[in-house]
């Protein structure tokens, strides 16, 4: 079955290091994204890949970085720039951008815990 | 700016009634998309319904419809017959064109439950 997983579901880091985390899809959707969620905040997004080797700031950019170097996968690494990193990531991906009927689907998300 | 604001935080509805969430956005643009999504305590974001801005009928999908009114930018989503399933966050999404690319915006969610 097609579809977007995250690894590992939950994650724990201790204050100063960065951690990496993992996104892959094989619904061979050209745009994917990464969406923050705090309690009472909704998701907010962090960055967001059209197309291979390309990617953009989305509205929460700072502490984070991203890589598409392969269609399937949109690694996330939260830095120790990242003042706030505790929270519930959430991975999407969708069919070419620029056609707003086609939905995010999401994958199940990383709980990222740092101490 | 582009928001998106759902003003019930927390809401309750017995099961087999019905329940509406409302949502309100703001927006310069003609066309757009308008989403619901729903997360269960699993935090699967699950697709609810979708409309388009263009389109004057109001989406329906089994037991969940909308009641879109784009001159008042609102687009509120009506649950019949809950079902204790139907527990969950829901989310009002705006699909918004910024520099050539689409982005999801989303409200803050309104967090219901059906009780038997």
């Known amino acids: 079955d097609g579809g977007i997983t995250q690894s590992p579901k939950y994650l724990f880091r201790k204050e100063g290091q960065n951690v990496t985390l993992s996104c892959e899809q094989n619904?061979?959707?050209?745009?994917m994204y990464w969406y923050r969620q705090d309690p009472g905040q909704g998701l907010r997004l962090i960055y967001y890949s059209q197309i291979v080797n390309d990617f953009q700031k989305g509205d929460i950019a700072e502490g984070y970085s991203v890589s598409r170097e392969k269609k399937e996968s949109f690694p996330l690494t939260v830095t120790s720039a990242q003042k706030n990193p505790t929270a519930f990531y959430l991975c999407?991906?969708?069919?070419?951008?620029?056609?707003?009927?086609?939905?995010?689907?999401f994958g199940n998300g990383t709980r990222l815990t740092v101490t | 700016a582009q928001t998106v604001t759902q003003s019930q935080p927390e809401m309750s509805v017995q099961e087999a009634e019905t329940v509406t969430l409302s949502c309100t956005y703001d927006?310069?643009?003609?066309?757009?998309?308008l989403f619901w999504y729903k997360q269960p305590p699993s935090r699967q974001m699950i697709l609810v319904i979708r409309q388009e801005a263009y389109k004057q009928q109001n989406a329906t999908e089994n037991r969940f419809s909308v009641n879109f009114q784009k001159a008042a930018k609102s687009f509120s989503l009506k649950i019949s017959d809950s079902q204790l399933g139907d527990t969950a966050m829901y989310f009002c999404a705006f699909m918004k064109y910024e520099g050539g690319s689409e982005k999801l915006v989303f409200g803050k969610g309104t967090k219901l439950t059906v009780n038997p």
């Open positions: 927006t310069s643009e003609s066309n757009y998309y």
């Open positions: 619904l061979n959707h050209d745009a």
């Open positions: 999407a991906s969708s069919t070419s951008m620029g056609q707003g009927s086609s939905p995010l689907h």
